[in-house]
């Protein structure tokens, strides 16, 4: 049922994926399984990518695993800056959820690069999910939500609006600008153009299989050059999967 979406479903995650996919019924208003499949078997697409959205995990933070983003700091960002801020500068952060990462590398950015406004430098984010796009979209987040954004970053990229009793962040327009949202499955093809001078794509390659992991780590070699940059998830690897990337950290790796 989630072929088109690569997922694979662990025996392990059965009570989980349980949980969820009840939730759904209820909200459908439904009062068996069956009255569910017999939705789906009739189904025009709408559902199931709504079925998809329940069982994958959205979670995500601002500054999560600051290693890389000291790694980007470094190796790429600053000796970017260094050499004169000179060409383009590509990141992509795939499978983005509600932009916290896309964010947070466009914070980096204004950090390492004192020129970042009038460079060429694009960050793309994509994600499979409308819903979490359209989060990031907002770009507005809780207090709880930003909690983990250093004091003068926050001070810098975001402005508080009311909410009600209480106050959320919005980013500011000038940063939210280096960021383009888009509607993308990584189990398909790619549609953009390289070379991307780094890549992040975290914690969205442990729910596929192991042949659609193959398959998207191949297309992302070929819009990478020799030194460019690929960030994975905390618990994932590239060890058997793919030889066109070399382990530089700790799941930082580099194209060959
Ligand atoms: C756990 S979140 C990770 C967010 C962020 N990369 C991070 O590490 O904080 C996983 C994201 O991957 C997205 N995703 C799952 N399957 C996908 C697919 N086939 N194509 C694109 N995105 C996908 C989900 O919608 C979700 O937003």
Redesign the pocket.
């Known amino acids: 049922m989630l072929e088109?979406?690569?997922?694979r479903l662990a025996d392990s995650k059965r009570e989980l994926v349980y949980g969820r996919v009840t939730r759904r019924l209820r909200a459908l208003g439904l009062d068996s399984f069956r009255a569910y499949r017999a939705l789906l078997e009739r189904d025009d697409g709408r559902e199931r990518e709504a079925l998809?959205?329940v069982i994958?995990?959205?979670?995500?933070?601002f500054g999560?695993?600051a290693h890389h983003f000291d790694h980007l700091r470094d190796q790429l960002l600053r000796p970017w800056a260094a050499a004169g801020a000179r060409g383009r500068l590509r990141i992509w952060?795939?499978?983005?959820?509600?932009g916290?990462?896309p964010y947070s590398i466009a914070m980096a950015v204004a950090k390492a690069v004192p020129q970042w406004q009038r460079c060429d430098i694009r960050i793309l984010a994509?994600?499979?999910?409308e819903s979490?796009l359209d989060h990031a979209r907002a770009a507005t987040y809780t207090p709880a939500q930003v909690a983990r954004v250093p004091f003068a970053d926050r001070e810098r990229h975001f402005v508080r609006v009311a909410d009600g009793e209480g106050v959320r962040y919005r980013l500011r327009p000038a940063l939210a600008a280096l960021v383009t949202l888009r509607q993308?499955?990584?189990?398909?093809e790619l549609p953009m153009r390289g070379p991307l001078d780094a890549i992040?794509?975290?914690?969205?390659a442990?729910?596929?299989d192991r042949q659609?992991q193959q398959r998207m780590y191949a297309r992302f070699a070929r819009l990478q050059r020799a030194g460019d940059l690929l960030f994975v998830?905390h618990s994932e690897s590239l060890h058997g999967i793919s030889d066109d990337y070399a382990l530089v950290g700790r799941t930082i790796y580099r194209r060959r």
């Open positions: 088109d979406t690569g997922i998809r959205s994958t995990t959205k979670l995500t933070a999560r695993e952060s795939a499978g983005c959820a509600s916290e990462e994509t994600d499979i999910d979490v993308l499955n990584l189990i398909g992040f794509c975290r914690n969205v442990i729910y596929f659609a998830g």
